[in-house]
Structure formats: structure tokens, C-alpha cells
């Protein structure tokens, strides 16, 4: 591992958020995006897939975060196959909910919201049909795929297309798969190159896309070079959340090592960035409020 860089197997653990009502917020995560139910009570509802926690609903906000609010854009949850993300199309579909889908070349992704506001992403990675990201002399970001074509990244995906690969038996999956996982979180954000220099020149992440004309910036480890992104499409639009909005509680990034772990203290401490220790953990903010978690990896 390079010297001061987060290792490849960071990854990102349960992402914790703030909604304004638990019950109706299962309605999406459980009921159609199919996340196992782990743990309720009157203040937390835990939910996952496999035996992994993936995401915390903490009751306690007052109000949904609004649109083009400096918060979270959106927590996605990865699956490793195409059908999976055909199964979760389907759910989409018969909920009634509104969603949207895009087709980014290294992924297709489905869009949707809870009651509360809470960006959600379900991704699925398509890094074969990816050749190579080129970057004009503005800032502009074109994807090559594999055949030389040109892409956005923001294109329509086909979810007839999609929904064809479950075939003709009209069996749907009522659950998320136990492989599913946190693969990115992105939030809206006012400074970027601030944050970039946070995740980056102190936690240890790499760089990725880092473009003011595209709007967005992100990073992430060698394996996974998405994980932590920010964009400012909203502009001058872009408002502080109310107070007491739903919104991000925080995120957690697993780390591979208690040495690593270390390391990663010792830069914050050098940075002067305030953080609180508790259980083997690491508590801490970002430059714009982020509050995110450090722990190591259990399994």
C-alpha cells in the first residue's frame, strides 16, 4: 500500500439516516427495495442483506430533506448481477413508487427516494463495457466504451430491456440478495475541492473524477475508485436543510487494519480535525458537516 493511502480493501459499512417517520420509511426499504429486517424499536430500525447491516433509519427528523438541500444526494446499495438489479426493477415497478433509471456506461442504476427525502441508488456495475474516461481542456468529461462510441454517463436506461431478463415466469424477488452491499455515497455539496482535500489529503483516499464542468467530484480506493462523491449540479439553487431535516445521520468506512486505523488517527490529528473516540472507533466530520465513522473490519 502507497504511504498514506487507504488500502483496497476499504469499503463502506452501514450508512446511518435521519427520517421523519420509521414506518413509512419501511415501506420503501423494506417493503420494496427488499432489505431484511434486523433490529426495531421505537428510535432505530436496522436493515441489511446476508448478515451484513447496510443502512440505520433513526426517527427524530421533522421534516423531509428538500430537494437541492447541501446533504445527501443519494446512499447506494450495489448488486452483483444483472438480474438482481432486473428483480429490484420490478419491485420499483409494481410499488408504484416514482423512480428513474440511467445508464452510466461503468454502471445501471435505479433512482428513488423515501418518504423522508433520502436519495437511494441501486447499482449495478458494468466496468467491462467501460474503455476510458477523457477529460477536454474545460473540464468536460466524455466515457469511451469498449466499441469507441461516446457516452455521457447520463443516458436513459432501458428498463423494459431490463425487465426481460427475468424471462416470462413473472417470479419477482421479494428481497435484496445477501451479497448486496454499500457501494458509494454522494452528497450535494458547496465546496468540493475543500472536501476532496479532506477525504483525500487526509483520510487517504484517491482521487477520481475531479471536475467543476462535469459538476462533480469523487474518490475512492484502486478496487473501487466511486465511493465517496459530491456534486454541485444545484448551483447557486443549493440551500442549507432546515433544521432537524431527514437527511445523513452519518457513514461508516471499514478499514483493513487497527494499523491502518492508526495511521488514519494520526493524520487527523496533524489536520487539527476534531474527532471523538469511542469503542475502537473514530468519530469525525468533514469540512462541510459530513459526519462519517472509522472502524476496522470485523469480517
Not at 444526494?73 to 448481477?81: K, M, R
Not at 454502471?107 to 423515501?114: A, G, K, M, T, W
Request: a negative charge; hydrophobic letters at 40%.
Amino acid at each position: 500500500m502507497d504511504k498514506g493511502l487507504l488500502s483496497q480493501a476499504t469499503r463502506l459499512g452501514p450508512v446511518h439516516l435521519n427520517v421523519t417517520d420509521i414506518p413509512a420509511a419501511l415501506t420503501v426499504w423494506r417493503d420494496t427495495l427488499g432489505l431484511e429486517p434486523i433490529g426495531e424499536n421505537d428510535a432505530t430500525a436496522e436493515l441489511g442483506a446476508g448478515d451484513r447491516t447496510l443502512i440505520v433509519l433513526h426517527a427524530g427528523a421533522q421534516t423531509p430533506l428538500p430537494q437541492k438541500s447541501r446533504d445527501l444526494f443519494h446512499v447506494a446499495i450495489h448488486v452483483t448481477t444483472r438480474r438482481d438489479l432486473a428483480h429490484a426493477a420490478a419491485r420499483l415497478k409494481a410499488s408504484g413508487l416514482r423512480y428513474s433509471a440511467q445508464d452510466h456506461l461503468i454502471s445501471e442504476s435505479l433512482y428513488v427516494s423515501d418518504p423522508s427525502g433520502n436519495g437511494i441508488e441501486i447499482c449495478f456495475d458494468t466496468p467491462e463495457r467501460f474503455l476510458r474516461r477523457e477529460v477536454s481542456a474545460d473540464g468536460r468529461v466524455t466515457l469511451i466504451a469498449v466499441d469507441g462510441s461516446a457516452h455521457s454517463g447520463l443516458e436513459a436506461l432501458d428498463v423494459p430491456g431490463l425487465l426481460r431478463d427475468l424471462g416470462n415466469s413473472g417470479h419477482v424477488e421479494p428481497r435484496m440478495p445477501a451479497n448486496a452491499f454499500i457501494g458509494h455515497i454522494h452528497m450535494r455539496a458547496r465546496a468540493p475541492e475543500q472536501l476532496m482535500e479532506f477525504y483525500v489529503g487526509v483520510l487517504g483516499f484517491r482521487p477520481h473524477i475531479q471536475s467543476r464542468t462535469f459538476g462533480m467530484f469523487d474518490c475512492g480506493t484502486g478496487r473501487r475508485p466511486h465511493m465517496v462523491a459530491f456534486n454541485i449540479w444545484a448551483r447557486d439553487e443549493l440551500r442549507e436543510p432546515p433544521p432537524n431535516a431527514a437527511g445523513l445521520n452519518h457513514f461508516t468506512v471499514e478499514l483493513a487494519s487497527a494499523d491502518e486505523l492508526a495511521a488514519v488517527a494520526l493524520r487527523l490529528d496533524a489536520a487539527g480535525v476534531p474527532v471523538k473516540r469511542a469503542g475502537g472507533a473514530i468519530e469525525t466530520a468533514d469540512p462541510e458537516g459530513n459526519r462519517l465513522r472509522l472502524v476496522v473490519q470485523q469480517s
